[in-house]
């Protein structure tokens, strides 16, 4: 009997690439979801399958547990673990396989593109032209503004590189400083999170979703930040607490929320940044690109396929 597989990422079922032949010619039996899963509908399809090849669907210790002993390995497209109970995984000696370095210039482009889209009021003056009208609205330069960066790792180092390109002066906060990186591009070191956000212009989250990092972005925060200060978010939706921001945008002491990821998603008519004036949103499209998602495709499949044939060729991200 063939190795029965969840696969749940739409951009991997829906971007041509060498992945889909790759993984047919394993000759397992894929099932396809139009994933992110709940936990609700993982808790349906629990129990049925060999492996999971999953996006940002949700993993729980309730999932899990109904999962095994027949699950073998979770392979996740992408890096970005926080649905996953990688810690109930490790104890269960259950695998999670992960894919770093795929998508890291293809965000960091998407950061540039809401960056540029807010401070040219592109969006506004493109509609306006689309609508019949000639609305002429004047923007702001990038040229000699400060950028923070919250977490300089793959992605915050590619968002450095091309902000000093626009000679941006680049400020940034991580743990694990990338010392020769830092001085190669001039990037200057803050150890505290007040000290960067009221420094710069523009602040920019590139860290991961953890307990010590949910609500980074609060009310107490915002209110060291420059007025008229602008947010971007590619990383997690969970890293600003919402209502501050929404409240922040209202007041003015934010100049503009622009963001690739949603506490809901999609999310609701009535969710309150969908018709913001302040707010610039776009689908969780960050990493989806032609080029970016056969990478993560291919290599969350070549994590799958090696480790069902023991081979060694695996990221894998818990160890035990």
């Not at 990688?86 to 259950?94: G, I, M, S």
């Not at 401070?119 to 009208?133: E, F, I």
Request: glycine share 8%; hydrophobic share 40%.
């Amino acid at each position: 009997m063939s190795l029965r597989i969840l696969l749940t990422t739409t951009s991997y079922q829906d971007t041509p690439g060498d992945h889909h032949a790759l993984l047919a010619a394993q000759g397992f039996d894929v099932h396809c979801e139009r994933g992110p899963l709940p936990e609700s509908r993982m808790l349906e399809l629990a129990g049925e399958f060999d492996a999971f090849l999953c996006g940002d669907d949700e993993i729980t210790k309730a999932v899990l547990d109904k999962s095994l002993p027949r699950l073998r390995v979770i392979s996740k497209y992408g890096i970005g673990l926080d649905k996953i109970d990688v810690a109930e995984c490790t104890a269960r000696k259950l695998p999670v396989l992960f894919t770093p370095g795929v998508n890291h210039t293809t965000v960091a482009e998407h950061v540039f593109c809401l960056m540029l889209a807010h401070v040219r009021n592109l969006v506004d003056s493109a509609n306006s032209v689309r609508a019949g009208g000639w609305k002429r609205i004047t923007g702001h330069e990038l040229w000699q503004k400060k950028i923070g960066l919250i977490g300089l790792g793959r992605i915050g180092q590619e968002v450095a590189k091309r902000a000093r390109a626009f000679d941006m002066e680049v400020h940034a906060l991580d743990i694990y400083w990338p010392e020769a990186f830092a001085t190669q591009h001039g990037i200057t070191r803050h150890t505290e999170f007040e000290s960067l956000l009221a420094a710069v212009d523009v602040v920019s989250l590139h860290t991961n979703l953890s307990d010590e990092t949910r609500g980074l972005i609060k009310a107490q925060r915002i209110a060291v930040m420059k007025p008229g200060a602008l947010l971007i978010n590619t990383a997690r939706s969970e890293l600003v607490h919402l209502p501050d921001v929404i409240a922040a945008l209202d007041s003015g002491a934010l100049g503009g929320y622009a963001t690739d990821v949603l506490d809901e998603e999609p999310p609701p008519a009535n969710h309150p940044l969908l018709k913001h004036p302040k707010a610039l949103i776009t689908p969780h499209i960050g990493s989806r690109t032609y080029e970016s998602v056969p990478r993560q495709a291919m290599r969350s499949t070549l994590n799958l396929v090696n480790y069902l044939a023991g081979k060694p060729d695996v990221i894998q991200a818990n160890k035990f």
